[in-house]
């Protein structure tokens, strides 16, 4: 007679999370096929935005804390922070990525087995680390349609509910796989994609408070445009400056619209009105 699988609840996976050494915090889940629990009209990140007050920068491993969360968002889904020598190749089928995929195997050679987790979507995440001191920004369709959730970035983990209907489940789990070192043609190309606002995100230090977030990345945004970023570059470095910095963060629909804004000129054919210095995360 065969036994059923264990799939562990939410939290009692965020417990593992932590004790395996990666830093978790809870997001909005999906309600049915078409709404967020966040219970805005809407939303485009269903089941995937933070439901802290100060997002990713809450991740935690503490046990307490986790076990106040399970008590104060019983029905919920999960986020682990991605940087300190991890970072996820985050692959999209709905968007082509496998060929992206395919072509860059087929030019560099075959991703190592690593810890995978299958998305709701049917894509996957695929876990990597990277030697000391080195840095993989964060940042959204820099790798040929391909993301990556570095420093200051995070995916959803299983078991998270997606707005398929389907789970987040593990291909390759981290209680049972190694956890790989990226080749190093993926850490370069990776880096040589995103080192035009990888500085932003990396290497400043400072929150960006209420009053200060719409003018800071507006400014930012204008400044990247002015060196001929496209916008998909553009609208991935505002949300990865947001969820890392911005105070609370502002809403991903606010970031739409200022990533839409600084778009309307053509790259390279905007002169920032003024440089706001991104101050540094303590």
Known sequence: MSSTPFVPTVWEAALAY???????????????????????????????????????????????????????????????????????????????????????????????HTVTSKTGSGGEHRLFRVGEGITVANAVGVLDGLDIRGDNGYIVLPPSLHVSGQHYEWINSP?????????????????????????????????????????????LGRSLRAKGINAKGIHGALLAINEAQCIPPLSSDDINTLAKNVCKKPAGDIVPRHRIELPPIK
Not at 32 to 56: D, F, M, V, Y
Not at 182 to 208: C, F, R
């Open 18 to 112: 932590a004790e395996f050494g990666i830093p978790i915090f809870p997001v909005y889940q999906p309600i049915g096929q078409s709404a967020c629990s966040c219970r805005k009209t809407n939303c485009s990140k269903i089941g995937k935005h933070p439901r802290t007050e100060n997002g990713l920068r809450n991740a935690t491993r503490d046990r307490n804390q986790i076990l106040y969360w399970n008590r104060r968002y019983p029905d919920t889904n999960l986020a682990g922070l991605m940087g300190n020598g991890i970072f996820a190749l985050d692959i999209d089928p709905a968007k082509g990525r496998w060929d992206s995929l395919e072509a860059l195997q087929k030019q560099y050679g075959e991703l190592p």
């Open 175 to 219: 209680f049972e796989q190694v956890l790989s070192e990226a080749p190093d043609w993926l850490v370069e190309i990776v880096k040589k994609k995103t080192k035009s606002y990888e500085s932003h995100v990396a290497s400043q230090n400072n929150d960006i408070t209420k009053g200060m977030r719409n003018d800071t990345l507006l400014s």
